[in-house]
T-cell receptor, first 112, second 111 residues
Framework: ETGVTQTPRHLVMGMTNKKSLKCEQHLGHNAMYWYKQSAKKPLELMFV???????ENNSVPSRFSPECPNSSHLFLHLHTLQPEDSALYLCASSLRQGREQYFGPGTRLTVT | GENVEQHPSTLSVQEGDSAVIKCTYSDSASNYFPWYKQELGKRPQLIID?????GEKKDQRIAVTLNKTAKHFSLHITETQPEDSAVYFC??????????FGKGTHLIIQP
């Protein structure tokens, strides 16, 4: 499946590092999303972008910083993370908000 | 905000039997209810969805029912097969928001 791609697929970082996750969609969609999936919690919506504008921030700590330069690309910049931030980070896109979402394969993040 | 409850957390059924997973939601403005299947190590995949203007939708062995008055919706899988084993998530959403997901149901198909 190549509709929504994410890089890297795996990332290990220390608490003082700065890294970025990348998401790209080739579906012509206008809305993109970041979700966090950890073992003990359901899929948690983090950020929503609609036509490159951030429309939702679900009380996410400032150590997570999203960026959406265009409707096809979405980034999640990470800095001074905590071990409890270790999780699978999933990107998704939809034609517009409220429509069916398609997920990328995720980035497995481990914070040491 | 929206709250989605999903039950059961684990469901084990014999191959060939039916499986039912139930979800409730809290926001009466929600109008879109998708179901996702996530196999181990893979991304969630949309398998069926329903909008608030219909009460039932079917796609081969999978069906979803919606009761807007009671704010609950269910996934029905008939004639279960080994490849149906996965984690299933329900979700609820409105026009301007992302989706709120349930905690997931681990469906195990016993041969």
């Amino acid at each position: 499946e190549t509709g929504v791609t994410q890089t890297p697929r795996h990332l290990v970082m220390g608490m003082t590092n700065k890294k970025s996750l990348k998401c790209e969609q080739h579906l012509g969609h206008n809305a993109m999303y970041w979700y966090k999936q950890s073992a003990k919690k359901p899929l948690e919506l983090m950020f929503v972008y609609n036509f490159k504008e951030q429309t939702e921030n679900n009380s996410v700590p400032s150590r997570f910083s999203p960026e959406c330069p265009n409707s096809s690309h979405l980034f999640l910049h990470l800095h001074t993370l905590q071990p409890e931030d270790s999780a699978l980070y999933l990107c998704a896109s939809s034609l517009r908000q409220g429509r069916e979402q398609y997920f990328g394969p995720g980035t497995r993040l481990t914070v040491t | 905000g929206e709250n989605v409850e999903q039950h059961p957390s684990t469901l084990s059924v014999q191959e060939g039997d039916s499986a039912v997973i139930k979800c409730t939601y809290s926001d009466s403005a929600s109008n879109y209810f998708p179901w996702y299947k996530q196999e181990l190590g893979k991304r969630p995949q949309l398998i069926i969805d329903i909008r608030s203007n219909v009460g039932e939708k079917k796609d081969q062995r999978i069906a979803v029912t919606l009761n807007k008055t009671a704010k609950h919706f269910s996934l029905h899988i008939t004639e279960t097969q080994p490849e149906d084993s996965a984690v299933y998530f329900c979700a609820s959403g409105g026009g301007a928001d992302g989706l709120t997901f349930g905690k997931g149901t681990h469906l195990i198909i016993q041969p």
